[in-house]
């Protein structure tokens, strides 16, 4: 029946685009991680471990990830609930929210760099309001916490708006009829958030974090942009062990890794989040 | 439309650029992992590039980008790249793959133009043949604003100070401000452990390799790291220290040349220039040298090799010096009117090379592609002692089994001031 | 107004202050130029004002070609997003089949694994296939990088766009081909948007692949990044303002779109 081979057709482009420009030098890349000097091993992944910023890159990463996704898909929400009941002008605030997702992360990272650094404008703020007399270093391996602090914000500056893109648009088929009905039957305006509009919304608030989550993981241009090496990340190890280390293997462990914990993090999204046949529209 | 609208834009687009791309497929293709900085590219391009024969295209980029690239070229059996041009360790990783045709031709036909010998043995890379020919070398030293020049301890003679004696003039320094302005290039793009290599280490141990566990060698890294207390915080974030030397974060600096030549030139009246300090086993100090070399399967040899002429004449020699602060490795005298700024950086490297303590340290040499995991033992060996002031004696001994695994696969012999020999250096 | 109206347009006023203030220092950095960027304290409106840096940025050889060539690799690679990704995330939407959650992992390991570790194997691949150095393939492997948006926003949209309207149209004798055409991609359209705006701006920004897979056609951004890392902080906030410019003008081009069916979706 034609039916049953209309899915597999559908999906069929797409999956050899990306087994042929993707999958195989990824399967390549990822042998390479297991290919050590004496036959296939995992004497490249216990380089990785044994390595000086190993554990601090793993640690780092995981608190990065960890703050940053819920604050980015709490205040996206807020922002798409928020762009909902303006009437003019919506156009406009949308398109100023969404200015930083035209933003490459390391343009993001500069954009913070210019505010934070000891010169910045938050200093200069400070030192306007009294609270301050000189320049402020906040950004150093002596400051730890500002720094990952930084890091963060200026990363949910950026990162946020594609959040709300993806949850505007699925906020938008959401029928508000169903809000009105609630609160007629004399449900808050809480509760119909809670009770109505947040399932209707599962699928894009899965789509979101998945996708928020994966590019977390992969986030470094701004960790370098504003930390340089003194917050190692996962990813921007990988990196370090390519270019500057000259040992791809090394940093395709690291790389192999990263994507370990990606799709662990999506697996697990894919299940909490699990929108039922039925519950589909 | 939405997607037509698209899709006939995109074809229009299409069709213009490669309208627009017209025969630069007949250009000589200069590669290069030097000179990649805005900056000094734009000067390759419009000025030292600009009066030879023929078009070149100059495509730097940063060495580990250009080194891929190369050896994709290979693998994928689409040469473009005719001439390369690297530092000695760039260069040797591409020797090792033979991806460099000995030019012992052009050195013949070039032998009047007086390289230094020293740099044409270094051109041949261990073997018997020539693979590049140097282009141009430089160094590094230390730039100092003459505001800080007041707290200079008693008795210290700027252009022959001691690692000591930069120590209490940081202290100094940092007593009078309250800051510290001492600055190191410790960041990700940093040329830090060029400063262990060729500067602290020989200073204090007359070797790299074989002393890296010394009891001098712990003398270096335990007094370097008292020094790093009068250091501004921010070094891990500076790669170039003429930004921070132009905004006064730092008021005294150690960097490349190329990276300390803008505060120079933009303030000569600001700063002065002198030699990096030495240490009780004199004053340790790295030459580093860029070579080109024609590339295997080049699609345009003859023209790689006139290029190579070109670059390497005194006019050329002395233009590059003048825009990208490079200097020549013929025997090129340089004209008397410089600008201050290049006129102080000379000093400064002559008073380095001429300097009755001085003790050149070589690059690094004949570790191929383990030339990255090298400089990771000393970055490492810095972060452990001077960041996070473990004890030096056990990180060294750590350190030192990594670094002689390094040594021992790649095989590579020492290098000056460790002793030359035979066999993988070994760390005593 | 009342207090409550106010609060909400202060809230949104704040939000859209905190997105163009940052913004707008950048702006300050790259048109002040070095005297700025040194000065302490930095007053919020710079003194000095020149297009001095950004000019001598624009000359550098090549950045025109690269900006011409960077849209052209970012339009390509919306064209190819959408192609692909519509129809794949419709099948994930539509159809529970088997290797669905296979196939929507296999998109995100794309996005999972940090592409710039793939240079060596995606360039030698790119030499092979003589897509090397041509604007075409680097939209090619930003559509790779793309697709798992693609996908799944698409996904997320199709479920959201009830069945019934699609079955409802069969009852009138559309085929299922034209009831999605006709009816549902309207509906969706809005969502396409968003894939659109995605797939343009990842490969606006995008800058590893682009780097390695060109030589001599380079995006604007590729050209820029892989240099700014090594320049001073003047060309990289010069820089950072040329690479802004272009996405934030097409993200306004795009806009109405967003909303365009909005009345129809609050039916």
Redesign the interface.
């Known amino acids: 029946m034609k039916r049953r081979s209309l899915p597999y057709l559908l999906i069929a482009p797409a999956v050899i685009f990306l087994v042929v420009l993707f999958f195989i030098p990824l399967v390549q890349t990822i042998a390479l991680a297991f290919e050590t000097k004496s036959g296939l091993g995992i004497g490249n992944f216990a380089r990785m471990a044994d390595d000086l910023n190993f554990h601090d890159s793993l640690v780092n990463t995981f608190r990065f990830v960890g703050l940053a996704v819920p604050l980015q898909l709490a205040a996206a929400m807020g922002m798409a609930m928020m762009l909902r009941h303006l009437g003019r002008g919506r156009d406009l605030v949308l398109w100023i929210w969404t200015i930083p997702l035209g933003l490459s992360d390391l343009a993001a990272g500069l954009v913070w760099l210019a505010l934070l650094n000891d010169r910045g404008y938050l200093a200069s703020l400070l030192y306007a309001l009294g609270v301050v007399s000189e320049p402020q270093s906040w950004l150093t391996y002596e400051t730890p916490i500002a720094l990952f602090v930084a890091v963060v914000i200026a990363e949910f500056w950026r990162a946020t708006a594609i959040v709300v893109v993806i949850l505007v648009a699925g906020l938008q088929l959401v029928p508000k009829e169903f809000g009105e009905a609630a609160s007629v039957f004399g449900a808050s305006p809480w509760r119909i958030f809670t009770r109505v509009t947040l399932p209707l919304m599962k699928p894009s608030i899965q789509s979101a974090l998945i996708l928020r989550t994966v590019l977390a993981f992969e986030a470094f241009a701004v960790v370098i942009a504003i930390g340089g090496r003194n917050f190692p990340v996962l990813v921007s190890e990988a990196y370090t062990w390519q270019n500057f280390n000259q040992e791809p293997s090394v940093a395709a462990a690291y790389a192999v890794v990263v994507m370990v914990l990606s799709l662990a993090a999506t697996v697990l999204w894919l299940k909490l989040l699990r929108t039922p046949e039925e519950q589909r529209a | 439309m939405?997607?037509r609208s698209?899709?006939a834009?995109?074809g229009a687009?299409?069709a213009?650029?490669l309208a627009?791309?017209p025969a630069?497929a007949a250009d000589l293709i200069f590669t290069s992992g030097a000179l990649?900085?805005?900056?000094e590219?734009?000067k390759m391009?419009?000025v030292i590039l600009k009066d030879f024969k023929s078009p070149v295209?100059f495509?730097p980029?940063?060495p580990?980008?250009m080194l891929?690239?190369l050896?994709?070229?290979v693998?994928?059996?689409?040469r473009?790249s005719s001439l390369v041009g690297g530092n000695d360790g760039d260069l040797a990783v591409l020797a090792a793959s033979g991806a460099l045709v000995p030019i012992d031709d052009v050195a013949q036909q070039l032998a009047s133009r007086g390289f230094a010998p020293d740099l044409m043995t270094m051109g041949k890379l261990g073997t018997d043949k020539q693979l590049y020919i140097p282009w141009m070398q430089a160094t590094y030293f230390m730039v100092a604003n003459k505001k800080a020049l007041p707290y200079l301890p008693a008795g210290a003679d700027i252009n022959a100070l001691t690692f000591e004696q930069l120590r209490q003039w940081g202290e100094a320094v940092q007593k009078a401000t309250g800051?510290r302005l001492v600055g190191f290039p410790?960041?990700?793009?940093g040329l830090m452990h060029r400063f262990f290599q060729g500067f602290l280490l020989p200073s204090y141990t007359g070797g790299v390799v074989s002393t890296f566990k010394s009891a001098d060698a712990e003398k270096a890294w335990t007094e370097f790291a008292a020094l790093w207390k009068t250091v501004?915080?921010?070094s891990?974030?500076i790669?170039?220290m003429?930004?921070s030397l132009?905004?006064?974060?730092v008021w005294i600096g150690f960097d490349h040349v190329a990276r300390l030549l803008?505060a120079l030139e933009k303030r000569p009246d600001d700063f002065v220039a002198f030699p990096a300090p030495a240490g009780p086993k004199g004053r340790g100090w790295m030459p580093v040298v860029v070579g080109l070399g024609v590339l295997k399967d080049a699609p345009d040899p003859a023209g790689a090799k006139a290029l190579i002429g070109y670059l390497t004449q005194d006019s050329t020699q002395l233009i590059t010096a003048r825009e990208v602060g490079f200097f020549p490795t013929v025997k090129a005298t340089l004209p008397p009117d410089l600008s201050p700024g290049l006129k102080m950086a000379v000093a400064a490297i002559q008073g380095t090379g001429a300097a009755k303590d001085s003790l050149a340290a070589m690059l690094p040499g004949g570790l191929g592609?383990?030339?990255?995991?090298f400089?990771?033992v000393f970055i490492?060996t810095f972060?452990?002692v001077v960041?996070r002031n473990e004890p030096a004696h056990d990180v060294l001994a750590r350190q030192a089994e990594v670094l002689q695994r390094i040594m021992t696969e790649a095989n590579a012999p020492c290098w000056k001031p460790d002793p030359v020999g035979a066999g993988a250096c070994q760390v005593k | 107004m009342t207090g409550k109206r106010a609060l909400y347009l202060t809230g949104v006023a704040v939000i859209c202050a905190w997105v163009l203030v940052p913004l707008w220092l950048l702006a300050a950095n790259a048109l002040g130029g070095q005297p700025v960027i040194s000065a302490w304290p930095k007053p919020l409106i710079p003194s000095a004002f020149s297009f001095e840096t950004m000019l001598e940025f624009l000359a550098i050889e090549g950045v025109f070609r690269a900006m011409l060539i960077g849209f052209e690799v970012a339009l390509l690679c919306t064209f190819f997003s959408v192609l692909l990704g519509l129809p794949a995330g419709y099948a994930l939407a539509r159809y529970s089949f088997r290797g669905a959650n296979a196939f929507r992992l296999m998109v995100l390991l794309t996005r999972a694994f940090p592409v710039g570790i793939l240079a060596l194997p995606l360039t030698v691949g790119f030499i092979r296939l003589g897509l090397y150095d041509t604007p075409l393939g680097i939209a090619l492997m930003h559509t790779a990088l793309a697709l798992p948006f693609a996908v799944l926003v698409s996904a997320s949209l199709f479920q959201a766009i009830p069945r019934e309207l699609e079955e409802a149209a069969w009852v009138f004798g559309c085929s299922p081909l034209q009831a999605a055409l006709r009816v549902v991609m309207p509906l969706a359209l809005p969502g396409v948007s968003a894939v659109a705006i995605f797939a343009f701006v990842i490969s606006w920004n995008e800058v590893f692949a682009a780097s390695v897979l060109s030589a001599r056609n380079r995006t604007l951004t590729a050209y820029l990044l892989a240099m700014l890392s090594e320049s001073p902080l003047t060309y990289q906030f010069a820089g950072a303002l040329l690479l802004i410019v272009p996405s934030v003008l097409f993200i306004y081009l795009v806009r109405k779109r967003l909303f365009a069916m909005w009345g129809i979706a609050s039916r």
Do not use: C, H
């Open positions: 939405k997607r698209v899709l834009l995109s687009l299409l213009g650029a627009a791309n630069r990649a900085p805005v900056t590219a734009q391009r419009t295209t495509l980029d940063e580990p980008a891929t690239r050896r994709a070229e693998e994928g059996k689409a473009v800051k410790a960041g990700p793009n501004t915080p921010n891990t974030s790669n170039f003429q930004e132009l905004s006064d974060d803008g592609p383990k030339g990255g995991e400089n990771k490492d972060q452990r960041l």
